[in-house]
């Protein structure tokens, strides 16, 4: 399939009209290792069917609608029912950015209340699962608040497969010193959204 040239145009028409920023649309083809970034300024706009095919599943859609030369954008209430729940949980974090993330730590807890004691991990298994205003950094202060005392740095590192420069050593990896106490899961769960925290609960059901 010949990807037309009306293709990115149209899907910048068509995530405008539903608030989608260029990051937000990276945000949800992560999970397939795909970037969206810049691609509509860039000069030469190639588009893999791959990348098509999932940025049209945004939408729900198939890659057809968005080469056409008559295109309408879509509602949100016919996009793909993650790209929904994510514009929702967005809106939520953005209206309350500042409380969300002066409770950064509640939301780690969260993720780790599950891990067993000895459980060795880096911060790139647990940001990922965070709120999406919180998400995209790469720290994760252990020593403070909630988080305190509840792991050691293990002075090991893990590199990332795709990482081949020698001068990076990776990730530092942290082990959990025990089981997350009842007392501090409970503090946390009257700090995080609770749209969020069902979301979480519901993935992490899934996965086990």
Known sequence: MIITINFLSNVKTARKHI??????LDNLLK?????YSELE??????VSVELAYRIAQVFNRNIEEFITDDFRPFDLITTNIKTQEYI??????????NIITKFLNAYVIIVIKNFKKGTLFTNSDIIPNLPPNLNQGS???WTA????????????FR?????????????????????VPKDVIDKALKKVDPFWLNKFNQKAKKNS
């Open 159 to 179: 590199k990332s497969v795709q990482d081949n420069d020698p001068k990076n050593r990776g990730e530092a990896i942290y082990q959990l010193n025990d089981q």
């Open 41 to 46: 300024n860039k000069s030469k706009k190639i």
């Open 31 to 35: 999970e397939y290792g795909l970037n």
């Open 145 to 156: 608040g909630l988080l305190k005392g509840l792991v050691t740095n293990t002075n090991s």
């Open 19 to 24: 608030n989608l920023s260029e990051t937000d």
């Open 88 to 97: 929702q949980l967005s809106l939520k974090a953005n209206s309350n950015q």
């Open 139 to 141: 720290s994760i202060d």
